[in-house]
């Protein structure tokens, strides 16, 4: 449904929403065909291990079904601070660490509570398009970069594009295309990154 005014409803979103309607690039892929794959979804090509299907009844059966802490887990804060550093290299206590219901809830807080009305947030393109949505959400000024021919950054474009910038989004490996930025070609936008504040997107 369509939130604007219109003859059927006298509903008519907040502006926030309204912005994420006026410039989304969302909208409902056409289903895969033999003609067609579609690359707009995500979804993993295999099914959910036995053994998570197992802890998640389990975790049921137990009677975990109430909230949880609202930073997540202490076991599962912990289980990841240890990863993410070891990952890393960089060392992360578990309160430093927030679990969201997905990454979208993961990308929401982070946006939303960088990013103030006006603020310019440089995404390079090819990208995934809820990052625009919550900037516009926020009120933010989405700067796209285009990517090289050979699908690399193009740092002059991404250094002019960052001047001044809030936020820097960073997908990584870039989606559709799954190309990895490469430490050595792509220092700069490292080195811009530790300097100012980013968000990075890894899957
Ligand atoms: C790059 C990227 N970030 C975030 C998300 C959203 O993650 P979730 O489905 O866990 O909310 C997706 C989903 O496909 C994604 O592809």
């Given at each position: 449904m369509h939130s604007q005014q219109n003859e059927t409803t006298d509903f008519t979103a907040a502006e926030a929403v309204l912005r994420i309607e006026r410039t989304s690039l969302r909208v409902q892929q056409p289903a895969t065909t033999a003609e067609m794959i579609s690359l707009a979804v995500g979804e993993p090509d295999f099914a959910t291990p036995p053994r998570i299907i197992q802890a998640a009844a389990d975790a049921l059966t137990q009677g975990l079904t109430h909230y949880s802490p609202q930073r997540g887990e202490k076991p599962l804060c912990e289980a990841l601070a240890k990863r993410v550093s070891a990952q890393s290299g960089v060392d992360v206590s578990a309160n430093e660490i927030l679990v969201t219901h997905g990454g979208t809830g993961g990308l929401s807080a982070a946006i939303l509570s960088i990013v103030n009305p006006g603020d310019r947030v440089v995404i390079p393109d090819p990208t995934y398009s809820l990052y625009a949505d919550l900037v516009n959400m926020a009120g933010g000024i989405c700067v796209p970069v285009p990517s090289r021919d050979d699908l690399h950054w193009d740092m002059a474009a991404l250094a002019e594009a960052m001047q001044g910038a809030r936020l820097f989004v960073v997908l990584q490996?870039?989606?559709?295309?799954?190309h990895c930025a490469q430490p050595r070609r792509d220092a700069g936008a490292g080195r811009y990154c530790q300097r100012e504040q980013y968000a990075g997107d890894c899957r």
């Open positions: 490996p870039k989606q559709p295309d799954r």
